[in-house]
């Protein structure tokens, strides 16, 4: 890497500096646009007692639960979760914890903090569990609830191109999570199927400026189907 | 005869106008899409960030990166446009949705909604529905009206953790359609050949009967 160059050469170089304890945060909507080789990569590390934010925790197997097989994970920050037996049962043993976000305030709470804005109001989760413990004020004879923003020592991505200057732009709705991700770490590292050529990319439709990607990495990608659904 | 799903989503699509942006929650509400009136046009957004979701793909249009809430693989429809969940959510909590179509497993007289935790068993998360009903204006839940043991899920107060606190006006089950005003329920509508004494007695919160509650009409396919 030099300048604007944010090409690593391996997954290991990736995530150097990934550190036991630290806070991922994971783009991803359900197994959909989710960075399957960091979060790989990560496993083969070893690295342990992570807090994980994705607005879900991947599945038996695959996506973020594979952290789950050597227990790396001791906190989640999701919106829903379940969708694998390893996780109810860690759950149930306290062996891990779970903060349950709604999606909306999930993603505010990730733009935010990338964008520089400590906290927002959100009408969200008022007069439910969720806002236990939180300040409440009311606007416009309305009550909101104040809602912290999020940040991460690393930011882990799933993008479809790149160029070396690290615009990212995102295929479809494997986009989700993952703008917001990008701008919420402290170092960002982004995998994607093509590093295209500098001025390929148009300037006007860049999904993520590079000013928020510090590494990027080409790879290749299993997208694995949650739920195969076709119509005759 | 208490309404079937199918039913209950024809129903729910009398609501729709012509031109709405339209949520449809998991479950009843996704059947919703399947009864939209010949000669309207709605335009259905996915809170994972699509807005115009079409038909689900043949198998040849497959594709891994183009799903739905409810993790289903989808097609984009023509004039759709795709975004980042924040861009999503900002679509939601702002008031821009036309209508909201999701489930509950009670709702009371006050408007309030649970939906999503059942202490000790299903803890999975909110997803959006939070943001779903503290966004919208106009909202329509459907549900059951009873449990399978015959326990009303129209109460006069949520025993569930809410998902919402008095947002709820509309409520569409397999024995009614009823609103809430005023700290009740009011029956507007029973599904064919339902009698109002088997809502009232399905009913534990304060229902209020008008003298007159017509049967349901369906939309034409």
């Not at chain 1, 695959?62 to 996780?87: C, H, M, T, W």
């Not at chain 2, 036309?98 to 009670?106: I, S």
Request: aromatic share 6%; net charge negative.
């Amino acid at each position: 890497m030099a300048g604007f160059d944010k090409r690593v050469s391996s997954y290991e170089e990736a995530l150097d500096g990934l550190k036991d304890g630290m806070t991922v945060i994971a783009g991803g909507f359900g197994l959909c646009g989710i960075p399957e080789n960091l979060i790989a990569e990560i496993k083969r590390k070893g690295i342990r007692d992570l807090t994980v934010v994705s607005n879900n925790c991947g599945v038996d197997g695959f996506g973020l639960g594979v952290l789950l097989e050597d227990r790396q994970i001791r906190k989640v920050i999701a919106s829903y979760v379940g969708e694998n037996a390893l996780f109810e049962q860690q759950l149930l043993s306290g062996e891990i914890e779970v903060q349950l976000t709604p999606q909306g305030t999930l993603a505010e709470k990730m733009r935010a903090g990338g964008a520089g804005i400590p906290a927002f109001f959100t009408a969200t989760g008022v007069g439910t569990p969720v806002a236990e413990g939180k300040e409440v004020r009311e606007f416009h004879g309305r009550q909101y609830l104040m809602e912290e923003s999020i940040t991460g020592d690393f930011a882990i991505v799933k993008g479809w191109k790149a160029d070396h200057f690290g615009n990212v732009v995102y295929r479809h709705t494997a986009q989700n999570f993952n703008p917001l991700a990008a701008t919420a770490g402290k170092i960002t590292v982004v995998e994607v199927e093509e590093i295209v050529e500098p001025g390929e990319l148009d300037p006007t439709q860049i999904h993520t400026p590079g000013i928020y990607v510090d590494r990027i990495i080409c790879g290749t990608f299993e997208k694995r189907i949650e739920q195969r659904t076709v119509r005759k | 005869m208490a309404l079937s799903r199918e039913q209950m989503a024809q129903r729910v699509a009398r609501e729709m106008q012509d031109g709405y942006y339209v949520n449809l929650g998991i479950g009843i509400p996704t059947l919703v899409a399947n009864y939209i009136p010949e000669g309207m046009e709605v335009m259905l957004q996915s809170e994972n960030g699509l807005l115009g979701m079409g038909a689900f793909p043949t198998e040849a249009e497959v594709d891994a990166d183009m799903i739905n809430a409810g993790k289903q693989t989808v097609t984009a429809r023509i004039g759709a446009s795709i975004f980042s969940s924040a861009e999503s959510f900002a679509m939601i909590r702002g008031g821009h949705i036309d209508l909201t179509v999701l489930g509950a497993f009670e709702v009371d007289v006050q408007g309030n909604i649970a939906s999503w935790m059942i202490p000790g068993k299903l803890v999975k998360g909110m997803g959006g529905a939070m943001d779903l009903v503290a966004g919208a204006e106009n909202i329509i839940v459907t549900m059951t009206h009873a449990s399978k043991d015959g326990e009303s899920k129209l109460l006069p107060r949520c025993s569930l953790p809410l998902t919402g606190a008095g947002c709820i006006k509309r409520v569409l089950t397999d024995l009614a359609y009823l609103e809430i005003q005023d700290g009740a329920f009011i029956l507007k509508e029973r599904a064919p050949g339902v009698s109002v004494e088997e809502i009232v007695a399905k009913t534990a919160g304060k229902l209020i009967v008008p003298d007159h509650v017509p049967e349901m009409q369906f939309a034409a396919q």
